[in-house]
Nanobody, 115 residues
Framework: QVQLVESGGGLVQHGGSLRLSCAASGFSFSVFTMRWYRQAPGKQRELVAA???????NFADSVKGRFTISRDNAKNTVYLQMNSLKPEDTAVYYCNAQLLIRSYWGQGTQVTVSS
């Protein structure tokens, strides 16, 4: 059974940091591209960061220089380190695993940044 379980969300002050984790099971994690998306109230879901099986990364312009993405294939886990958080980063953050037409989603974790 495929599972993606996000954790690490919470309430943080403007300028603070959080690290999100996404623990995967039920598929060959190491060959999948892993992505973090977020969705703020009333807005469309947007891509935040991605890391390929070869550990190439890319980021949304809005988070470049503040967020990093990494993966630990031994632990089947992908991380999103978020620094210098801003109120506009407030959203539900979702983990996604994708390989060709296979795409799996986690349930999301709430991140709230207070001003």
């Amino acid at each position: 059974q495929v599972q993606l379980v996000e954790s690490g969300g919470g309430l943080v002050q403007h300028g603070g940091s959080l690290r999100l984790s996404c623990a995967a099971s039920g598929f060959s994690f190491s060959v999948f591209t892993m992505r973090w998306y977020r969705q703020a109230p009333g807005k469309q879901r947007e891509l935040v960061a991605a890391i390929t099986s070869g550990e190439s990364t890319n980021f949304a312009d809005s988070v470049k220089g503040r967020f990093t993405i990494s993966r630990d294939n031994a632990k089947n886990t992908v991380y999103l380190q978020m620094n210098s958080l801003k109120p506009e980063d407030t959203a539900v953050y979702y983990c996604n695993a994708q390989l060709l037409i296979r795409s799996y989603w986690g349930q999301g974790t709430q991140v709230t940044v207070s001003s």
